[in-house]
């Protein structure tokens, strides 16, 4: 009997790269924008807005790029112990594991004696892969690449890094602030939208919780900020 296979494409296959990206472009609008509207409060002028702006994004997406890619390997460091301490076990006591995967089928529903089936086959087919999904959790899908993530990170850190440089090229000096802070703000509820979008989630959720966090964060800057204002008004 043959059967025909239907692949679906799930979000969860996102997670490896969305979450770097998502993370590292909020971050770089929110800390970079932030940044200038502090910087800007205090009553700085916009060329050095501007070298302020360079030295935020390089140092920011070099920050992202390397706490992204030690997390990540610190992950699939502890990944590879736990399938190297799960081989050890599967060559020294493959009953034990046989019963211990078993009782695992059973807590999720089947009867005893298709559990043991099911565990059974699954072991002669791959038992260390099986022992990997379903007792440790691990699967493919969700396995992160380390250099994907920083490399991701760090571009989108980059990218929303641009958004608040942009403004500072393009806008009247007196009006700096104010500018960099709408775009700050439209462009956060862009990529809110756009992360529900990949994610399947909610636009309208997704656009306002980044927003209203980013809009948090860039006020409590300027109000900073202008605590070290010390021109006339």
Known sequence: ??????????????????????LG?????????????????SGASSQTLLIT????????ASSMATGEYISVKSQVDIEKADLHME??????????????????????????ELAHEVA????????????ARDEIGIHENTTAN???????????FSLGALF??????????RYVAMTVMIVGVLSLAILGGLSSYFSGTSLVKGSLRV???GIIAMTFSAWIGSLFNLQPI
């Open 1 to 22: 009997m043959s059967y025909s296979i239907h692949h679906e494409k799930h979000y969860i296959q996102r997670t490896g790269w969305l979450r770097a990206a998502v």
């Open 25 to 41: 472009a909020n971050d770089g609008i929110i800390s970079v924008t932030s940044l200038i509207i502090g910087m800007a409060a």
């Open 53 to 60: 702006c360079v030295a935020g994004l390089i140092s920011g």
């Open 87 to 112: 081989a050890h076990e599967l060559k020294h006591n493959p009953e034990h594991e046989l019963k211990e995967l078993s009782q695992i089928y059973i807590m999720r529903g089947l009867k005893p």
């Open 120 to 131: 059974l086959q699954l072991t002669t087919h791959d038992a260390l892969q099986a022992h």
């Open 146 to 156: 380390p250099l994907q993530a920083a490399g991701s990170s760090a571009l989108a």
């Open 164 to 173: 608040p440089m942009f403004s500072i090229l393009v806008s009247p000096e």
């Open 211 to 213: 927003t209203l966090w």
